[in-house]
Structure formats: structure tokens, C-alpha cells
């Protein structure tokens, strides 16, 4: 699914974000990656949804070099993609239903299509009776579910979750977590960035583990370690 090769980024000052990173993540898995702050794991994400380009080396998407994606179409790629950030980024004057079908607007989907494709996604993360309510009304937890819901709603082949649980009490965050593993037990990919120990140790699935921009441990049953 995605293949780093050799894969190095360069920041402005000669600051090594990643250095010679090889990397293979198959269709399916569901993948913490964890490290201290600036170990580069959001750079590592960023990269795979081509919104920073590495100075060495290549990555691939299912097979596909990013490099050789046209910035034209940038956009189709990244359908492919969904993800979900600290702060959650919704549109404070659209209600949660319409930040949700935002991003099928923008793609010209049409009315009935939109009314097909929200409800049955906003119930999937557990907001069905939320769907009118604005950002402000929700505590943290709906507010990620809601952001969680628009990622979702092209049916990405892969879901990058970047520290989603930061801003959010232990059982929002535990809710959160179980919804990550059910969209991961449909068929997505799922690499989540996180600092929290807890969730990584209990969830006993493949870690990526970062430290000044190299890979020191990846275990396909492993816990948090830096």
C-alpha cells in the first residue's frame, strides 16, 4: 500500500526531518507511530499525502511514485486519503451535517447523493441525532467523531490520524480509538500518530517508533518505545 525507499526531508537551515527512511505498510494494517515531538512523524504522514515532497529518495501508493503525480491532479490522490488532526478543523458556521457533505460539495456531488451518504457515515461514528447541531454544541469527543465522518466520506483506502486524541478526556479518546479499529476492521488502513502510551500498549498492534528522523523499532506486535 505505501513504500518509503530510501527517503530523506530537508527542511530549510539544514534541518533533518527524516534521514534514509525504508518503510512498507500493507493494505489493511492499522499502525501507531510514535516519538517524541519533532522525531518526524508528521512529517513521515505528510508525505504520504504529498503535501511535503522528500529531497531523497521516492515513495509509492500503491505502487504508484508520488513524484509522478501532476500537482493538477493532487486532489483525486488524496481522496484516497482521509485524516483526522489534533484540532479537529471543522467549519465553525456549518452544522455537523454540513461540514460533512463540504466535502462532497466541493466535488460536485449531487443533493440526493449528499443525503444518501451523510446519514448513513455520520452513523457510523455515532452522531445521527447530532447532525444539526453546530461545533460549538458538541463537546471534544463529537467534535473528532465529526471530523472522523468527513475523512470518511469518500471511502478512503487509507486513514492518517495525526495526535487525534490530544485534545480529548480518556473516554472520548478510548471511544475514539474503538471507532479507528472498526473503520480498520472494514478494509482501511490505519496509521495513527500518537504520544499517548496507553493507547498504543492496549491496542498491541504494529509500532513505528521515531527518533530524530529514523526509524530505531518497528515491531508487528510491539508497545510504545522510544
Same mark, same amino acid.
Given at each position: 500500500?505505501?513504500?518509503f525507499e530510501?527517503?530523506?526531508? @530537508?527542511?530549510?537551515g539544514?534541518?533533518?526531518?527524516l534521514?534514509?527512511?525504508d518503510?512498507?505498510?500493507?493494505k489493511g494494517?492499522?499502525v501507531? @507511530?510514535v516519538g517524541?515531538s519533532?522525531?518526524?512523524?508528521t512529517?513521515?504522514?505528510k508525505l504520504? +499525502?504529498?503535501?511535503?515532497?522528500?529531497?531523497?529518495?521516492?515513495?509509492y501508493?500503491? !505502487?504508484?511514485p508520488?513524484?509522478?503525480?501532476?500537482?493538477?491532479?493532487?486532489p483525486?490522490? $488524496? $481522496?484516497?486519503?482521509?485524516?483526522v488532526?489534533?484540532?479537529?478543523?471543522?467549519?465553525?458556521?456549518?452544522t455537523?451535517?454540513e461540514n460533512?457533505? +463540504?466535502?462532497?460539495e466541493?466535488?460536485?456531488e #449531487?443533493?440526493? =447523493?449528499?443525503? =444518501?451518504k451523510?446519514?448513513?457515515i455520520?452513523?457510523?461514528v455515532?452522531?445521527?441525532?447530532?447532525?444539526e !447541531?453546530?461545533?460549538?454544541?458538541? #463537546?471534544g469527543g463529537e467534535?473528532?467523531?465529526?471530523s472522523l465522518a468527513?475523512?470518511?466520506?469518500h $471511502?478512503?483506502l487509507v486513514?492518517?490520524?495525526? =495526535?487525534p486524541?490530544?485534545?480529548?478526556?480518556?473516554i472520548?479518546?478510548?471511544e475514539l480509538?474503538?471507532?479507528?479499529?472498526?473503520?480498520? =476492521?472494514?478494509?482501511?488502513?490505519?496509521?495513527?500518530?500518537?504520544h499517548?502510551k496507553d493507547?498504543?500498549?492496549?491496542?498491541?498492534k504494529?509500532v @513505528?517508533?521515531?527518533? !530524530?528522523?529514523r526509524?530505531?523499532?518497528?515491531?508487528k506486535?510491539g508497545? +510504545?518505545?522510544i
Open positions: 500500500m505505501i513504500k530510501k527517503v530523506s526531508k @530537508i527542511f530549510p539544514d534541518f533533518i526531518a534521514e534514509d527512511i518503510l512498507f505498510i500493507g494494517e492499522f501507531s @507511530i517524541q519533532g522525531s518526524g512523524k512529517t513521515l504522514l504520504i +499525502y504529498a503535501e511535503e515532497q522528500p529531497e531523497k529518495g521516492r515513495i501508493f500503491n !505502487k504508484r508520488l513524484d509522478g503525480i501532476k500537482k493538477k491532479h493532487l483525486f490522490f $488524496r $481522496r484516497n486519503i482521509g485524516t488532526f489534533q484540532d479537529f478543523k471543522l467549519l465553525p458556521q456549518k455537523v451535517f460533512v457533505a +463540504y466535502a462532497l466541493v466535488e460536485g #449531487s443533493n440526493n =447523493e449528499i443525503g =444518501e451523510v446519514p448513513k455520520l452513523d457510523i455515532g452522531l445521527s441525532d447530532k447532525m !447541531k453546530h461545533p460549538n454544541q458538541l #463537546s467534535q473528532q467523531r465529526a468527513r475523512a470518511l466520506i $471511502r478512503p486513514l492518517i490520524a495525526d =495526535e486524541t490530544g485534545n480529548l478526556d480518556p472520548s479518546t478510548w480509538v474503538q471507532l479507528l479499529l472498526k473503520v480498520n =476492521e472494514l478494509g482501511t488502513t490505519v496509521l495513527l500518530a500518537t499517548n493507547i498504543v500498549d492496549k491496542l498491541g504494529r @513505528i517508533a521515531l527518533d !530524530k528522523g526509524v530505531i523499532h518497528d515491531h506486535k508497545k +510504545y518505545v
